[in-house]
């Protein structure tokens, strides 16, 4: 088999084809970030580079030799953790270079194989521009199923398909591939390792749940539970206190510049921390508004007649939090959220201690053997990792073939 790969990234697509005992010929890959490269030669020296897939056309290539295409043209505009300016954004509007170069091998060769790939958030409109480009509706498949992270993903495929609905639409006809019960908990290695950090996991449903009925509705579906935060002697709070009215920073600021006294001797007679001082007369991003159990002394202290800002910093309501996603920890017991290349922080508990889970995790994550990414830091491991295919489900798609 030849195949071509587009946005080839760390080469799953070869390790797929090599597992499930499809012999490949020639294999080009289209990529341009040098460790990428540098991870597909290491692992098959005989992978033909042909670089930025935008130049395709300078290409020197059998176009009609080729039995295969895959591509997984970058998903940032379609992604719910992007900004969702859609299949005509800058970057994911590389789908249409690859239907470019599809159509032109089709042209020479009508029984072209292909698999594209993006992600199961996309908008239907961007779902249907796609899949009316390809002649083919996609099947949507979690790795959830075959690995222990949440990663929902659409497959666009010729390999098996079938006709479907009153107007005969072709849709991919790959089944849902067994679920193997995969947890966070069997993929640990119950330790460090060297390299300690991960590629990032996001999951934009990922909450603090406290009710029982919120944990019941997780475990139904499978969706992590986060029930820590940072440390284990952490308690998560359901509210948080935050300042009632907006302040008028500019005219804050005017009042605390006319201070008489240094800093040192506010710190000293207000018993503060000094560097929490200084941001209250800083004028840049730094300035940070006075704390409340000071603001009294600290206006006699420099002179401050005026009352308008005592109530804009003194009154406080509650509000719900809403933790930041690098300081989420997950259950050993449920699935991770989505590995992202942008992100490089999932933090476990394991054995009462808290950690990031570590470039081994990460691999486990996305199916791969221990140590596959080893010759790369662990920041650009999770970054192919968290930007590639899940090698079990590509493995399962490709068995088809054979079945063909």
């Not at 996609?138 to 949440?150: C, D, E, F, G, W």
């Not at 079938?162 to 193997?180: A, H």
Request: glycine share 6%; net charge positive; hydrophobic share 35%.
């Amino acid at each position: 088999m030849i195949v071509l790969s587009l946005f080839n990234g760390m080469n799953t697509g070869r390790q797929a084809l090599e597992n499930v005992g499809i012999k490949v010929d020639k294999y080009y890959s289209s990529e341009i970030k040098p460790y990428a490269i540098e991870l597909t030669q290491y692992h098959f020296p005989d992978t033909i580079q042909v670089g930025d897939v935008t130049k395709w056309k300078e290409w020197d290539i059998d176009w009609k030799s080729i039995d295969l295409v895959l591509s997984g043209s970058p998903c940032q505009d379609l992604s719910a953790a992007g900004k969702r300016a859609g299949i005509n954004g800058s970057r994911s509007s590389l789908f249409f270079t690859f239907v470019e170069i599809l159509e032109h091998i089709k042209s020479l060769n009508p029984n072209v194989l292909f698999l594209q790939e993006n992600v199961g958030s996309a908008r239907k409109e961007d779902v249907g521009i796609m899949s009316r480009a390809l002649g083919v509706y996609p099947v949507r498949i979690n790795s959830s199923l075959v690995t222990a992270q949440l990663r929902d993903r659409y497959y666009w495929s010729n390999i098996r398909t079938k006709e479907d609905g009153m107007f005969g639409d072709v849709i991919t006809d790959i089944p849902q591939p067994k679920d193997k019960g995969i947890m966070l908990k069997d993929i640990i290695t119950s330790g460090r390792v060297e390299k300690d950090k991960s590629g990032c996991l996001m999951e934009s449903i990922s909450r603090v749940q406290h009710t029982e009925k919120g944990i019941k509705s997780r475990e139904k579906f499978g969706v992590p539970i986060i029930y820590e935060h940072r440390t284990k002697n952490t308690i998560i709070p359901e509210k948080v206190k935050v300042r009632k009215n907006d302040i008028n920073i500019i005219e804050l600021q005017k009042e605390l510049s006319n201070r008489k006294i240094s800093i040192k001797e506010i710190s000293n007679k207000l018993n503060c921390n000094k560097t929490k001082v200084e941001h209250w007369f800083r004028k840049d991003k730094s300035f940070s508004i006075p704390d409340s159990e000071y603001w009294f002394k600290l206006k006699e202290l420099i002179g401050i007649k005026t009352n308008v800002f005592d109530e804009q910093i003194m009154e406080f309501i509650e509000k719900d939090c809403n933790y930041d996603q690098s300081n989420r920890v997950y259950d050993l017991e449920f699935k991770a959220p989505c590995l992202t290349k942008t992100n490089h922080e999932i933090r476990i508990k394991e054995n009462e201690i808290v950690r990031t889970v570590n470039q081994i995790e990460m691999e486990r994550l996305q199916g791969f053997p221990d140590g596959y990414t080893s010759i790369l830091t662990q920041s650009k491991a999770g970054s192919l990792l968290g930007d590639g295919w899940t090698l079990p489900i590509i493995e399962h798609i490709f068995s088809y073939i054979k079945k063909c």
